[in-house]
């Protein structure tokens, strides 16, 4: 996530502060040395960097901190409020009828993320078509048709065309029933003269509603340099992110925005379509709080059981967990509907109390291993006979030997999986008293519960 | 490409040049040491008034708090001795300007910190004589360090290539979109100029498109390409086109893998078997030049998913920072081979640290 290590060590220089009520020269002095360590590590802007940890300084020494408020509060309050105003809002992106131009770098990421708005767009009931200008490399005609095929969207572009414009002007009239236009271009720097050209006589034939500056996440310092020129060039009134599934922090987007004076508008993580989230600076920020993020949780939750239960030959009801046993059966759903909400990091750091903080005492690979041993766990069921995903308590000895050799896993693992499946049983039997299965209550019940058993029947894998 | 950072080298060497120089006649003066240095302390000081502010200041304030403290006995001794020594306290300044400058290059962070830390010791505690230039001094830790961060190891790729046994098998990995086809596309056509025979594979079965992409390279060039249809396997691409190779005596097979960000542990699994079976003779990592810190990342766990011989870094002609080869090569203990320098074929520089290092340094 974007500046993820930013949180984890503020909070580990912040709570030094804990339990003061007033803050020397010396805490400011190693708090924003830390903040400036982040944030460069994060591939924000050298200057940038400076300019925002100088006001945080001053500002935690002059003001002074409102009656009853700990120091550790109020240094916080006025990196937040910082952090927030860098950031901004998100870019406004009003549902209606509008063309969007992409400009961006090679590589970072246009196409994919042309496909991914189109779906996006499409989920919000509105009729996108994805224009393909790039002319210049090869195979670049054929990405985006299939990948506007995987969003199932409306496409135009001309294999044997060369002229970027053209095709342009010959798009926006063959998709003209389309609602929102989106216009992919290739990619370029800022260096190069005569394909900045070349973008601005795009940009003047389409007159784009917006334009967005692509970026990937683990660009450099040269963000700046190339934010300004795009900017320059065409006018830059949002950037998306790509690539934030990696380890880069995407601190180049900050940079970004400043430059231009523009926000945040999509983050991208991922290779498929579905791989896009609006910005949200409330989630953004209350993620990089370690205060998990409700909002989007719940709407992957939604999705992610509106996926697993669109398979035929399914009589399984979310419901159904409420009441009666919790079988093997109902836990290969649970694990498959995690599955579809995406990978278990992302997915954990939303939930409160387990993201933040709590995910920085695991280890790196904690969630590689988990869902390493989903997928055995998956393995072994599909070993097993109807029966004894029914009726699991019954499995003896010789059976989980049988299981082992037809899997192929170790009888170890199975006794790890009946073991699991008994522990989340149990869990599920506490939770079956709550009445309905509404997702937010639920993490809401969990979150009171502590958080530490949080993640629900997933508590004990980890 | 390394614009910026030749600038910020230059700073530094001069801002480390003046701290060592007034440092060296103040203590000179101290001790009135003789009269042909006056003229000297003059000099400098006059200098040091010229050089920009923020560099010099904080240094100078260091110096007078410092030089009657701890560092004073050795200061006195060494200059009993006719020498003098740096003191780390002196260096601080510039050595923080020269962490952001490196920073701002896209050096990473903890290798900028190995290479001031390797510097510091190099000049701290140095005595030196009088006579000795302290210009050359520390232009020589600067050299050390940044030799000893990009000038990893003698690997020559195209000695490799000629030297090996035909076929070679070379495999191309990278994350997404850093540039790989095209690098391949351009090192075939190198390589034919050579008198090479080359065949491309496509290993990318994942992304949308890319059959159609190497085809037309391909065609352009003039060479032939092993595919398979979207969604097979990899490893069978490569492998088929090592055969094709021993079959039609082709000297270089060029395989290119999907991109794949090293988060993926299933893709970095395939990875590792396509290394594996083919046991290509080398493997080259692709990354972009515009990388910042997270290039280290990448690198690392690509070096350890299927262990590589090289590195090519594209988009060097967008890139005036260059700080990612630096920590690319440093961290992978693996030399930078090419630098990509353009969209058309021609694109490829050959990659030489000591001429770097020569060009970064020179005035």
Redesign the interface.
């Known amino acids: 996530m974007v500046l993820d290590d930013l949180g984890s060590s503020l909070r580990g220089t912040l709570d030094k502060l804990r339990g003061k009520s007033r803050i020397s020269e010396e805490d400011v002095d190693e708090i924003v040395k830390e903040i400036q360590?982040s944030l460069?590590?994060?591939?924000v802007d050298?200057s940038l960097v400076m300019e925002l940890s100088d006001s945080i300084e001053e500002r935690a020494l002059e003001e002074e901190p409102p009656g009853g408020t700990s120091a550790r509060d109020h240094v916080l309050r006025i990196v937040y409020e910082e952090l927030v105003d860098l950031v901004g809002d998100s870019t406004e992106i009003p549902l209606e009828n509008q063309t969007i131009l992409l400009a961006g770098?090679?590589?970072?990421?246009k196409t994919t993320t042309a496909a991914k708005m189109a779906w996006w767009f499409s989920k919000k009931g509105l009729r996108p078509a994805i224009i393909q200008t790039d002319t210049?490399?090869?195979?670049?005609?054929?990405?985006?048709?299939?990948?506007a095929e995987?969003a199932e969207v409306a496409f135009y572009g001309d294999p044997d065309g060369d002229d970027p414009v053209k095709i342009a002007r010959d798009g926006l009239d063959a998709t003209e029933d389309a609602d929102v236009h989106i216009v992919d271009t290739a990619g370029r720097?800022?260096?190069?003269d005569d394909l900045i050209s070349e973008i601005e006589d795009i940009e003047s034939t389409v007159e784009p509603d917006r334009s967005l500056l692509v970026l990937?996440?683990?660009?450099?310092?040269?963000?700046k340099?190339?934010a300004r020129e795009f900017d320059d060039s065409i006018g830059i009134d949002g950037v998306a992110i790509t690539?934030l599934?990696?380890?880069?922090?995407g601190?180049?987007a900050l940079t970004a925005v400043d430059e231009t004076g523009s926000t945040i508008a999509f983050l991208g993580s991922g290779?498929t379509v579905q791989d896009i989230e609006r910005f949200e600076p409330d989630s953004f920020i209350s993620r990089l709080l370690g205060m998990g993020d409700l909002k989007q949780l719940t709407e992957r939750v939604e999705r992610a059981m509106e996926e697993t239960g669109l398979k035929e030959d399914d009589d399984w009801d979310p419901e159904d967990l409420m009441k009666g046993e919790f079988t093997l059966k109902d836990m290969r759903k649970q694990m498959e509907a995690m599955d579809n909400m995406g990978p278990l990091d992302q997915v954990m750091d939303m939930i409160p109390g387990m993201g933040g903080g709590m995910m920085d005492q695991l280890p790196d690979d904690a969630m590689?291993v988990t869902?390493?041993r989903m997928r055995n766990f998956s393995v072994i069921m599909d070993s097993m006979t109807e029966d004894e995903l029914e009726n699991p308590r019954s499995i003896g000895a010789s059976q989980v030997r049988r299981i082992a050799k037809g899997s192929g896993q170790s009888e170890e693992t199975i006794r790890e999986l009946l073991d699991q499946h008994k522990m989340m049983a149990q869990t599920m039997k506490q939770f079956q008293g709550m009445g309905d299965g509404d997702m937010q209550r639920m993490m809401k019940q969990m979150q009171q519960g502590g958080g530490g058993g949080g993640g629900g029947g997933f508590g004990g894998m980890f | 490409m390394f614009d910026g950072l030749k600038d910020k080298l230059s700073n530094f060497r001069e801002d480390a040049e003046e701290v060592a120089e007034e440092n060296a006649e103040e203590l000179d003066s101290d001790e009135a040491a003789g009269a042909e240095s006056e003229a000297d302390v003059a000099e400098a000081d006059a200098e040091a008034a010229d050089v920009e502010g923020e560099a010099a200041e904080p240094e100078a304030e260091a110096e007078e708090s410092e030089s009657s403290s701890g560092g004073f006995v050795s200061k006195a001794s060494s200059l009993a001795r006719g020498r003098v020594v740096i003191d780390e306290e002196d260096l601080d300044g510039p050595l923080r300007e020269l962490e952001l400058a490196l920073l701002e290059s896209d050096v990473e962070m903890s290798v900028a910190e190995e290479i001031l830390d390797q510097i510091r010791a190099d000049l701290v505690g140095e005595e030196r004589k009088f006579t000795e230039s302290t210009g050359a001094l520390v232009e020589d830790a600067l050299r050390d360090a940044l030799l000893s961060v990009i000038d990893v190891n003698g690997f020559d790729f195209e000695e490799a290539i000629a030297d090996a046994e035909k076929p070679v098998t070379v495999v191309f990995t990278g994350v997404n979109g850093v540039g790989k086809t095209t690098t391949i596309a351009k090192l075939a056509r190198r390589l034919e100029d050579q008198g090479y025979s080359v065949v491309l594979a496509n290993g990318d079965t994942y992304r949308a498109g890319a059959n159609e992409q190497l085809q037309e390279h391909a065609d352009n060039l003039g060479v032939k390409l092993i595919s398979h249809e979207q969604g097979g396997d990899p490893t069978a691409v490569v492998y088929d086109a090592v055969e094709y190779a021993e079959a039609n005596d082709v000297d270089v097979v060029l395989g290119d893998t999907a991109g794949r960000l090293h988060t993926s542990s299933g893709l970095m699994d395939q990875l590792a078997k396509l290394d594996r079976v083919v046991d290509p003779d080398y493997t080259v990592f692709v990354d972009e030049a515009v990388a910042g810190q997270d290039a280290v990342n990448r690198a690392r766990e690509f070096d350890d998913a299927a262990s590589i011989d090289g590195t090519i870094l594209t988009m060097a002609d967008a890139d005036s920072q260059g700080g990612a080869a630096i920590s690319v090569s440093h961290v992978t203990g693996k030399p930078i081979l090419f630098l990509g320098t353009g969209q058309g074929y021609d694109d490829l520089q050959k990659f030489d640290p000591e001429a770097l290092v020569d060009d970064l340094l020179a005035d």
């Open positions: 360590r460069l590590q994060a591939d050298v770098l090679q590589g970072s990421g210049f490399r090869p195979g670049a005609y054929d990405q985006a048709k299939q990948m995987r720097h800022a260096l190069e990937d996440a683990a660009i450099g310092q040269g963000a340099d190339q690539k599934d990696g380890t880069a922090k601190g180049g290779e590689d869902q390493e």
